[in-house]
């Protein structure tokens, strides 16, 4: 008779819209899809992305999205929040730099995430197309140098913290042709460029909620030039994985211990 199956450790991955929508494969390629073809019966992948939040919304709904250790142990936690943040004075998920860098701080040092000790990695705000989003009237919401600041705040966290950072907005930058000193690709003061746009979707409506935070849900604008392509969740997971092997390189998914042994017409065997 088998034993019990033991259950599996956790890759959970917190974030925003960008990380909410990282299963869909209407377009093609899936971040948190292809996370969880990686480490499939090694680690379960659990997508905790809120669409539409902010660092001061996600930190107060941190206690009823992260388990204790005695329900279920996280052996990696993503942080990726900070395009709602970066959104300018004026519209409501703006939160000032200082206030976004104090609420990853609190979010990393919170008792429910410490308590897991887990394999933590911050993750930058991406870069913004302000073509894109002058083009569906939402042109002047975000900015591309703004955005750059929160990224950098991002970073500094991750180095005061010791904690990794994948800086995401620096690696789509230098994709796209950009080179530091020179002004900011998807940023109207250059030319629009095939190049930087193909890392985000366009514009269409999805039906999304806030939680407590509206009263009712309803249908938002699912932004062009900020969420991400399929492209753009490539080169994401990519650098998810190559982070691991270095970080941590017993944990990539060809090393990883895998569950189980299986059965087949009464003789036990390993897929592996």
């Given at each position: ?48 992305g809120l669409s ?103 970073v500094r966290v ?115």
């Amino acid at each position: 008779m088998l034993s019990r199956l033991k259950a599996l450790d956790q890759f959970v991955l917190f974030g925003d819209s960008i990380t909410q929508f990282a299963n869909s494969q209407e377009r093609g390629f899936a971040f948190a899809s292809a996370l969880q073809d990686a480490y499939i019966r090694r680690l379960d992948v659990v997508n905790r992305g809120l669409s539409g939040y902010n660092t001061s919304w996600a930190l107060d709904s941190l206690p009823e999205l992260i388990p204790p250790p005695s329900h279920a142990r996280i052996k990696f936690l993503t942080v990726w929040f900070g395009a709602n943040d970066a959104m300018l004075p004026g519209y409501e998920p703006h939160v000032a730099p200082d206030q976004y860098r104090r609420n990853l701080i609190s979010i990393i040092t919170h008792p429910v995430v410490q308590a897991q000790r887990p394999r933590i990695l911050l993750i930058t705000p991406p870069p913004v197309d302000e073509y894109a989003l002058a083009d569906s009237g939402m042109g002047g919401s975000r900015t591309a140098e703004c955005t750059r600041l929160y990224a950098g705040i991002t970073v500094r966290v991750g180095e005061e913290l010791g904690v990794a950072v994948l800086d995401i907005w620096t690696y789509l930058m230098e994709k796209s042709g950009w080179q530091p000193g020179s002004p900011l690709n998807g940023s109207l003061a250059v030319p629009r460029s095939w190049a930087f746009s193909q890392f985000f979707v366009d514009g269409e409506s999805l039906s999304v909620s806030r939680n407590s935070l509206i009263a009712a849900n309803h249908a938002m604008p699912y932004p062009p030039g900020l969420h991400f392509s399929p492209t753009a969740y490539r080169f994401l997971y990519d650098r998810v994985i190559s982070i691991v092997q270095s970080k941590w390189p017993d944990q990539i998914p060809d090393i990883s211990p895998r569950t189980r042994d299986g059965i087949f017409s009464g003789v036990r065997y390993s897929v592996d």
